[in-house]
T-cell receptor, first 112, second 111 residues
Framework: EAQVTQNPRYLITVTGKKLTVTCSQN?????MSWYRQDPGLGLRQIYY???????DKGDVPEGYKVSRKEKRNFPLILESPSPNQTSLYFC???????????FGPGTRLTVT | KQEVTQIPAALSVPEGENLVLNCSFT??????LQWFRQDPGKGLTSLLL?????REQTSGRLNASLDKSSGRSTLYIAASQPGDSATYLC??????????FGKGTKLTVNP
């Protein structure tokens, strides 16, 4: 089954404790990205990657890092999480053929 | 800068009613437009993708139209069912970098 998976689905952590949210897709898509969703603000892009070893900032990249060492994986790294990073995070992927985007199930992160 | 607006923010209808959700955008130079469905606390499910050269797409009881000249798209849902209750999001792609999302319309279909 074609899908985008994220882990963990739920995470509660404390300020300053480094964490990684994994994202993997099995559709051989070149493009992957991360979004966060907040009430009243909607979905905003954090980072995106056009292919292996190619990443770029989205609208709200501060406090986040990403890497793209393999085509299927695009982890999101929070080096020193803060409470304002409490949010629902989505990973997405698409093929360059038509840019139809497929989303993962989301990761609900709470930073206390 | 592209802005996407969805009106109304919330809509409540009785079961069986045909309904239209609206999406407007400020810049007509789009690559494609996607409609998504989101259930509470869940991920986004792609419903329909309309390329900029297309005028509409259909999938089952759903029909989406695109009018670039007026900066509008509509999602038509026929014979609505309680299972259609969800938030519907419209998203514009201006190219490869990202989607620009509207804030969504929360639909409630009452039995």
């Amino acid at each position: 089954e074609a899908q985008v998976t994220q882990n963990p689905r739920y995470l509660i952590t404390v300020t300053g404790k480094k964490l990684t949210v994994t994202c993997s897709q099995n559709m051989n898509h070149e493009y992957m990205s991360w979004y966060r969703q907040d009430p009243g603000l909607g979905l905003r892009q954090i980072y995106y990657s056009m292919n292996v070893e190619v990443t770029d900032k989205g609208d709200v990249p501060e406090g986040y890092k990403v890497s793209r060492k393999e085509k299927r994986n695009f982890p999101l790294i929070l080096e020193s999480p803060s409470p304002n990073q409490t949010s629902l995070y989505f990973c997405a992927s698409s093929a360059k053929l038509n840019w139809e985007q497929y989303f993962g199930p989301g990761t609900r992160l709470t930073v206390t | 800068k592209q802005e996407v607006t969805q009106i109304p923010a919330a809509l409540s209808v009785p079961e069986g009613e045909n309904l239209v959700l609206n999406c407007s955008f400020t810049d007509s130079a789009i690559y494609n437009l996607q409609w998504f469905r989101q259930d509470p606390g869940k991920g986004l499910t792609s419903l329909l993708l309309i390329q900029s050269s297309q005028r509409e797409q259909t999938s089952g009881r759903l029909n989406a139209s695109l009018d670039k000249s007026s900066g509008r798209s509509t999602l038509y849902i026929a014979a609505s069912q309680p299972g259609d209750s969800a938030t519907y999001l419209c998203a514009i792609s201006e190219g490869s970098e990202k989607l620009v999302f509207g804030k969504g319309t929360k639909l409630t279909v009452n039995p």
